[in-house]
């Protein structure tokens, strides 16, 4: 029992520790919305393989055994074997799991790469509230966006280097969604959840709220700009100077 009991466990702390290496390969961060795209285009193909397989036999079967005058009568196949039924029933049913299982391992791959922040990560607070998006630096330096007035930075990072958002909200559950690097994480009262992405070029995106949150949810959203890294030193400072 206890070797029984051990192995979940063991296997358990195997992930683990691969989920402490999976966001940086030899020194090298792994761009999460890369393996995101990745892990997209597989599902893409396993579906258009399976579908399309599934699809002619359909059709080919529709043509074999359509009746061919109104007085067509189908008869009964002959009868199986037990071990045939055995095999028409358990090996379709392996084939599937183990694909499922799988991309399910895949997905668990790219989840621990979301979860696993690199060590050398920019870290940025982030407040939520209806309907707006705070953003604070490690200096104490804020940053927001007013949408009425389009006015504000929004959220400023340094192009190349990983960011990590720790959030939370002042009110109701906001939803921080990030298309651009496939982001999406739900922003509460009273918690700190946190997500991390790697801005690799100069860029202007958008952070919207993807969670309805309010008669306002629609214009909850501010600009997300990736700059180079001397540009965001410089930003850092005017913003600290004009504090």
């Not at 509460?188 to 959840?193: E, F, K, L, Q, V």
């Not at 949150?213 to 997300?224: E, K, L, Q, S, W």
């Amino acid at each position: 029992m206890k070797k029984a009991f051990g192995l979940p466990i063991g296997l358990g702390a195997l992930l683990l520790a691969q989920a402490a290496q999976a966001a940086e390969v030899a020194g090298k961060v792994v761009d999460p919305a890369k393996e995101w795209d990745h892990l997209w285009h597989e599902l893409l193909i396993d579906i258009g393989i399976m579908g399309g397989i599934f699809a002619v036999l359909a059709a080919y079967w529709i043509y074999k055994y359509q009746a061919k005058s109104p007085d067509d009568i189908g008869t009964a196949p002959r009868s199986l074997s037990r071990a045939q039924m055995w095999a028409w029933a358990m090996v379709p049913a392996f084939i599937f799991m183990a694909d499922d299982f799988f991309l399910a391992a895949k997905g668990w791959t790219v989840w621990n790469i979301y979860r696993t922040v690199p060590p050398n990560a920019l870290e940025v607070k982030v407040t939520a509230s209806m309907w707006n998006w705070e953003f604070e630096y490690a200096d104490g330096t804020k940053s927001t966006y007013y949408v009425d007035a389009k006015e504000g930075d929004g959220l400023v990072v340094p192009a190349g280097r990983p960011v990590v958002l720790r959030m939370t909200s002042l009110d109701v559950i906001h939803s921080f969604g990030l298309v651009k690097h496939r982001l999406k994480e739900d922003v509460m009262p009273g918690r700190i959840t946190y997500i991390w992405f790697l801005p690799k070029e100069p860029e202007k995106t958008f952070v919207t709220c993807v969670e309805y949150c309010g008669t306002n949810h629609a214009n909850m959203y501010a600009p997300v700009v990736a700059v180079p890294p001397a540009e965001f030193e410089q930003w850092l400072k005017k913003k600290a100077n004009k504090a």
